[in-house]
């Protein structure tokens, strides 16, 4: 049996080493999807589509390292989360945590480090300039605060605490020290609807678990509509 396979028109040699070397390299594609796929299920949050903390850790690392100042760190907490699942049920939870994921990723951008730090709590690191943090500020507020419409129909709504903090207002780019900063000025702003930007002496409040609530003198941006 011949088992040549004659080809219209002429073929060079190397042209034949390459579609030879393609059949191969099929199996290697798949792999390489595959292990990219299986890399960034360990790196993302399932149900948000977040970094999760270590992947998040690193990448805020790596973003306040690259941007000096001209960045902002941004802490998240969801109001009142245990009432929905209490009283809508666990799915509604969850669809107000995807929720309040996508309206961070799209707020802040693909360049930034979006977090799921576990349960109802989210982190960003953004580059963000003083001049336009406010105005920033007060939109994302906004964007958590707008209901969120179940599959059902139903809506629920909605509402988070926002604390920030920023390495011109800290002297300090330590992702550790900026996230217990801005810990401490949400937990100032707690439930008011407002997003509050923490002060160097919130850089020194002792905490434990990034739980104790700050201390006044806060800058405090946007009410929610």
Do not use: C
């Amino acid at each position: 049996m011949n088992s040549v396979v004659r080809l219209p028109g002429r073929i060079g040699s190397n042209a034949l080493l390459i579609t030879a070397a393609a059949v191969p390299l099929t199996g290697w594609a798949v792999h390489a999807v595959t292990l990219y796929k299986q890399i960034a299920a360990k790196e993302k949050d399932p149900l948000t589509g977040l970094l999760r903390r270590d992947a998040y850790t690193h990448r805020a690392r790596r973003l306040l390292a690259r941007h000096s100042d001209d960045v902002t760190l941004v802490m998240v907490d969801a109001d009142h989360f245990k009432a929905v699942n209490d009283t809508l049920g666990h799915a509604a939870g969850d669809m107000v945590l995807a929720a309040f994921g996508a309206r961070l990723t799209a707020w802040a951008g693909p360049r930034a480090a979006v977090g799921r730090l576990g349960g109802d709590e989210f982190a960003v690191v953004l580059s963000l300039a003083a001049d336009r943090r406010q105005v920033r500020l007060q939109q994302l507020v906004r964007m958590l605060h707008t209901p969120v419409t179940l599959d059902d129909g139903r809506t629920v709504d909605v509402a988070a605490s926002v604390g920030a903090a920023a390495p011109d207002v800290l002297g300090s780019r330590d992702l550790a020290a900026l996230q217990r900063a801005a810990d401490a000025a949400l937990y100032t702003g707690k439930h008011s609807g407002r997003a509050v930007l923490a002060t160097a002496e919130q850089a020194a409040v002792p905490s434990i678990n990034g739980r104790r609530a700050g201390r006044p003198g806060t800058a405090v941006w946007g009410r929610a509509a």
